[in-house]
């Protein structure tokens, strides 16, 4: 599939699961069609683009109330969920 990309938006474990910093209430719900997804571009070799959430202590969003510290770069790397990071070159 020569000239299709896969942009993978805001698919990192603190928005998703449960546990997670800032989770979105049901956003685990996707979790099965992020998996298709992931595997579908890798079967047809079709590149996947996406972005990482961090900041640093003194970002004006940063706040510890109530409990949004998350992904300070470079203590915590931010992690994807499962589904959508296994088998790709992270750069």
């Known amino acids: 599939m020569a000239g299709t990309i896969f942009w993978d938006v805001d698919t990192q474990y ?4 449960p ?5 979105i209430q049901g956003a685990e719900e996707i979790l099965p069609n992020l998996s298709l997804l992931t595997s579908f571009a890798r079967r047809n070799d079709i590149q996947v683009l996406g972005s990482i959430d961090y900041h640093t202590l003194y970002d004006p969003e940063i706040s510890s109330d109530p409990d949004f510290l998350h992904y300070l ?3 915590l790397p931010a992690r994807y969920a499962r589904t959508t990071q ?5 750069t």
């Open 14 to 17: 603190d928005f998703i699961m």
């Open 19 to 23: 546990d997670g910093k800032l989770y």
């Open 73 to 75: 770069s470079p203590s």
């Open 86 to 90: 296994s088998g790709f070159r992270c």
